[in-house]
């Protein structure tokens, strides 16, 4: 309440020194003035306003310091008040723990004395002790309620203290607040007429000063438009000046522009025919170029392989209601051994009814697609079966096996996978490139026409022979087979053959060649061939056509003399060998069947045809009046005779034996070996009796390939140069005695 007065004091004093300050008569004055009186006036309205906050501030920090100081008092007397309950709690306790001791004293002292009667004075104890444990709660109740009333009383006294402090310093404040309102309506009301008053005065002053500023300005105005006016006039001359010279620059510029260009145009459309002219022939340098380096890289490759990946599900049979019997795969396009844009086709079989021609053969073949000009030696392969091929292509034609294997003999399971490959042996290819035409001459030379080059092609032919090594390596083993006289197969496990091979059913032995003769096969029938006496083996020689052998067929210590022209591809033998067990060598229990030859010699048949007349021929006139439309073929028979010099060094060849023993590393093929116990479960022959013909004569043993069901046993035949694999051996025919002759299918052959 004291500081009312002093506030209102120090607003007086400041509105007198403002009151002071303001002058007593208006004067001059100018924008700025009124701007800083206006200032002023805010400043002091803001400070009046800030002093009624300050002052409202003020009043409500002391009246919650007084509430605080309040909650202060009230709080400690409760803290006193819960204090003074505790220590009365803990003094009724200890005096009750203190009572109790001196009782237990007390008793434990006049225990001994007391014997007899100690239960009167346990109950008077127990009495005792309830009495003053009732006595100490009666006192510890009435303690409480005396110190609750007290401080209930002293809550109430500081609640009604704080209600009326609080309403006085509420009412104070109030006063305070509207006695400082009205001084401050009061001087903002005496402020409010002060500037009008000096807005009024400076408005009037400010009229004056600006009509005498507009005169001014109105006068240096016209003098600025006359000054315009002249200057302008003379912008205007200069700019219709600067129009004609930019007008003649402007056409000036124009004529040369154009003359640059055209002399631009025509530059640049030479310079683009000379770069296109150019950039033509590195094309084509780079074409041939690229040409040429393919051409280099696969001059190597000898062979590729067109793996097919998910054949199972990729590759199938045609439906059979399609018309055609097979359908067709391609592999993309390649290079290899010089010749270009090659290409594969599979083509996989439907089964027809009524069965066709070499429907059993297989279901599946490969063929080769080959640019014109190309003339191909070559093997195509699908999985392990192959055939070797030649060709000239005089277009772009497939050409290829027929009905090879059945497709799903060749999948590998593993993978899932299908290869077909071609491997080209030798290839011929004719390039043509054309003269070029000479160089225009220049002036001052003169043409030579001797020297000047016709005009016309020049053909190049490109030989890639990939199977030169092949033919060198069989000529020289046909050359060290020359050499062979006797050749040795040794049987082994000879106690279970006759278990294992039923009556009809042969052992043959790998193609071998001898004293200059190839595709030799040695036939052994444990159990006799049919119509051989039992207990008795027959041995046979597989010779191919024209082959006239001077031989003979030994087993164990048991030799036969032979001698035979094979007229056509057969066996020659004898039926009644000897007993099978005179040829067991018990130490070893196995069978050892040799061959010796003392003559031999081979016919060798070609076919040659007659060229027809044709441009460029170099024939005389005669022989060309000789020829004939067509091509005339003929038959040259030559007879080869290896010689047999006295004492010349001869080799001895051994064959291996069924049981041929492999490495870990040697990758199986199509023949695999199989462990001798498998043998016992094979099919009894459906040939164990001989066959009598109409003619009461015995039937000949078949041929190797189609002999016997081992056709998983290296000792099978491998004929694959002069007869292929679908083709059947002739069989044997009988002569006199027990020696069978070669008979069989096939047109005659006469030898010269």
Request: charged share 30%; glycine share 6%; proline share 5%.
């Amino acid at each position: 309440p004291a500081r009312g007065p002093r506030a209102r004091a120090a607003a007086g004093a400041r509105w007198s020194r403002v009151a002071g300050a303001m002058p007593k008569k208006p004067a001059y004055a100018t924008e700025d003035d009124l701007e800083r009186t206006k200032a002023e006036l805010e400043d002091l309205a803001s400070r009046a306003k800030a002093a009624g906050e300050k002052a409202a501030s003020e009043a409500r920090s002391e009246i919650f310091a007084e509430l605080g100081k309040v909650s202060e008092v009230v709080t400690a007397n409760a803290q006193t008040s819960k204090e003074a309950v505790a220590r009365v709690a803990d003094d009724a306790a200890v005096h009750a723990k203190k009572c109790a001791e001196d009782v237990r004293a007390h008793l434990l002292t006049v225990k001994t004395e007391l014997a007899d009667s100690s239960d009167g004075l346990h109950k008077t104890a127990l009495e005792i002790v309830r009495e003053t444990e009732a006595s100490l709660k009666r006192t510890f109740a009435d303690e409480m309620v005396a110190l609750t009333q007290q401080v209930d009383q002293e809550i109430a006294t500081l609640r009604e203290e704080m209600v009326a402090a609080t309403n006085k310093f509420a009412e104070e404040a109030a006063n305070e607040m509207v006695k400082q309102r009205r001084e401050t309506d009061a001087g903002a009301e005496q402020l409010s007429q002060t500037i009008q008053q000096t807005a009024a005065e400076f408005r009037a002053s400010l009229d004056k000063e600006c009509k005498q500023i507009v005169d001014a300005q109105q006068k240096a105005a016209t003098l600025q438009d006359e000054r315009n006016e002249r200057a302008q006039s003379e912008i205007w001359l200069k700019l219709e000046r600067l129009d004609d010279l930019l007008k003649e620059a402007r056409d000036a510029a124009k004529e040369h522009t154009d003359d640059v260009d055209s002399r631009a145009t025509s530059g640049i459309s030479g310079l683009r025919a000379d770069a296109e002219r150019r950039l033509d022939g590195l094309d084509e340098q780079a074409e041939k170029l690229h040409d040429a380096v393919a051409e280099v890289e696969n001059i190597p490759t000898r062979r590729v392989d067109w793996v097919i990946r998910n054949v199972s599900r990729r590759i199938r049979p045609p439906s059979a209601s399609k018309a055609c019997l097979h359908t067709s795969w391609f592999s993309p396009k390649f290079d290899m051994a010089g010749a270009h844009g090659l290409q594969l086709e599979l083509q996989l079989f439907r089964q027809a009814d009524p069965p066709v021609e070499g429907q059993a053969a297989g279901d599946c073949a490969v063929y080769l697609w080959a640019c014109r000009g190309m003339n191909l030696v070559y093997k195509l392969y699908i999985g392990t079966k192959s055939m070797q091929l030649e060709k000239v292509f005089n277009g772009r034609v497939p050409y290829g096996t027929k009905r090879l294997c059945f497709l799903k003999d060749q999948i590998n399971r593993e993978e899932d996978s299908l290869r077909v490959s071609v491997e080209i042996l030798e290839s011929v290819r004719e390039v043509e490139h054309p003269i070029k035409p000479p160089p225009p001459v220049l002036d001052g030379e003169e043409e030579d026409e001797l020297t000047k080059p016709l005009e016309g092609n020049i053909v190049f032919r490109r030989h890639i022979n990939n199977r030169l090594t092949d033919q060198v390596k069989t000529q020289v083993e046909n050359m060290r087979s020359r050499m062979v006289r006797r050749v040795e197969w040794r049987l082994e496990h000879a106690s279970k053959l006759r278990c294992c091979f039923p009556p009809g059913e042969p052992m043959c032995s790998v193609a071998f060649a001898a004293a200059g003769v190839e595709n030799l096969q040695l036939m052994f029938y444990p159990c006799g061939y049919q119509g051989a006496t039992d207990g008795f083996c027959s041995v046979y020689l597989y010779a191919p056509a024209g082959a006239t052998l001077k031989f003979a067929l030994l087993a164990g210590s048991q030799r036969r003399d032979a001698q035979n022209f094979f007229e056509d591809a057969g066996a020659y033998g004898r039926t009644n060998f000897c007993r099978f067990e005179s040829v067991v060598e018990e130490d070893t229990d196995s069978i050892l069947v040799a061959l010796e030859i003392d003559e031999a010699h081979q016919d060798v048949t070609a076919r040659v045809a007659h060229p027809i007349v044709a441009p460029g021929d170099r024939r005389t006139q005669a022989q060309i009046d000789a020829a004939v439309p067509g091509a005339v073929e003929s038959v040259v028979k030559m007879q080869r005779v290896p010689g047999k010099l006295a004492g010349s060094l001869q080799d001895r060849r051994v064959l291996p034996s069924l049981w041929t023993a492999k490495t870990l590393g040697e990758k199986s093929g199509p023949n695999d070996v199989r462990p001798f116990d498998d043998f016992k479960t094979t099919r009894p022959s459906v040939a164990r009796e001989a066959q009598v013909s109409s003619r009461g004569e015995r039937t000949n043993p078949p041929s190797p390939a189609n002999a016997s069901p081992l056709s998983a046993s290296r000792s099978m035949p491998s004929l694959t140069k002069e007869f292929s694999s679908g083709d059947q051996l002739p069989q044997l025919s009988r002569t006199s005695g027990d020696w069978a002759g070669a008979g069989g299918v096939g047109p005659k052959k006469v030898r010269g």
